[in-house]
């Protein structure tokens, strides 16, 4: 079955410090790929998506991700952390040879920042 | 920008009851969807929908069932509820066409059953 695996379930970095978010899916048809956040009793944002028109993909508050065809990688990057980037994040990735709009996610990273 | 409202942000009920979760989409999408959220399992798709009318089983089903009868509203009933199904459930609707559409999240509801 296809998936998609992030790397670490807890992650902590100093404030000012890089982020980096690991993410892997496992088709050699690369899928349409997402990032999400979510934030203490919300739902789900969408930070970014890669829909194969650029491989570095920039979305909201700052994060970018980069494609890695040879990797099957989509790693969710942060120059600087900031308290305000305290969050859970959710790689998922729509393999559309289903023939489907599924989501299917990561088990998501839990990011923490320390001051 | 789209608006993915659920009923209620929090709900607690009893063991046996029937509960019902809205959830409605205020940008004509076609796709709409049901998850639950629990620590370390990340989320699981209960159903989906395609079309009014229309539904299928997502990877846990059990327990559950849907009803769409309009394209902008999609329910998630439990039609005996059971302590195991205490958890967060969020809703997302998505457009068709090109599979590299989003899905769009409401808040969630957390649901607690005594």
């Known amino acids: 079955a296809q998936s998609v695996t992030q790397l670490g379930s807890h992650v902590s970095v100093s404030e000012g410090a890089l982020v980096l978010l690991r993410c892997n899916y496992s088709?050699?048809?690369?899928?349409?790929l997402f990032w999400y956040v979510q934030y203490p009793n919300q739902g789900l944002q969408l930070l970014l998506k890669?829909?194969?028109?650029?491989?570095l993909v920039k979305g909201i508050n700052g994060f970018e991700a980069e494609f890695k065809k040879s990797e099957t990688s989509f790693h969710l990057t942060k120059p600087s952390a900031h308290m305000s980037d305290a969050a859970e994040y959710f790689c998922a990735a729509i393999y559309s040879g289903a023939g489907s709009y599924q989501l299917t996610f990561g088990k998501g990273t839990k990011l923490s920042v320390i001051p | 920008d789209v608006k993915v409202t659920q009923s209620s942000r929090y709900l607690v009920k009893r063991t046996g009851e029937k509960v019902f979760l809205e959830c409605v989409q205020d940008?004509?999408?076609?796709?709409m969807f049901w998850y639950r959220q629990d620590p370390g399992l990340g989320l699981r798709l209960i159903y989906f929908?395609?079309?009014?009318?229309?539904?299928e089983k997502g990877d846990i089903p059990e327990g559950y069932s849907v009803s769409r009868e309009k394209k902008e509203r999609f329910s998630l009933i439990l039609e005996s509820a059971s302590t195991n199904q205490t958890s967060m459930y969020l809703c997302?609707?998505?457009?068709?066409?090109?599979?590299?559409?989003?899905?769009?999240f409401g808040d969630g509801t957390r649901l607690s059953i005594l």
């Open positions: 088709s050699s048809v690369p899928p349409y």
């Open positions: 997302a609707s998505s457009l068709q066409g090109a599979h590299n559409q989003p899905q769009h």
């Open positions: 890669y829909t194969s028109a650029a491989t």
């Open positions: 929908s395609y079309d009014v009318k229309m539904k």
């Open positions: 940008m004509d999408h076609e796709n």
